[in-house]
């Protein structure tokens, strides 16, 4: 079991171009590839909504499902800067409204083995396994500050390795 690298950093714009301008234009990164709020959303409604809240995120998801949800920039190969935009309907179910940093992320080789790991570890793991719209498993923990940190394991076909 290992961690290969550190696979993203996540953050809230709170002016979505003027970011790109400053990662793109004065960093010099490059864009890699774009998630569509359609693509996305629909992963984000929170377990506890009820079926009316849950239907009526769902709707709001479809109206806006051509919309730029998350922005990859490339860093390195393999390593990418992820930023959200600025949202109202993110911030009900992510980001909270609070610009700035999100979470990180870890790429490992083993994801069942590292959860498994970290449950046995007494780490506060917050969800299950599961497959993103990115063709990359993953699962959920916090650091004893309460800071989010996202374990990922690509697929052959995951954007992050092919792009989208």
Known sequence: MKIEHLAHISFRASDL??????????????????????EFGPQLIPDDATEEEAAALRA???????????????VAPGQFIELFPGDPLLDRVKTGQRNG??????????IQAWREHMVAMGANVTTEISLGCDN?????????????????????????????
């Open 17 to 38: 171009e003027r970011s790109l301008y400053f990662y793109e234009k004065c960093l010099g990164l490059s864009r890699a590839f774009v998630i569509t709020m359609g």
């Open 60 to 74: 709001e998801y479809e109206a806006r499902k051509d919309e730029v949800g998350i922005v990859y920039l490339n």
């Open 101 to 110: 940093y999100l979470h990180l992320c870890l790429e490992v080789d083993d």
């Open 136 to 164: 990359a498993y993953q699962f959920w923990m916090t650091d004893p500050d309460g800071n989010e940190i996202e374990m990922m394991q690509y697929l052959p076909n995951a954007y992050q390795r092919v792009g989208k």
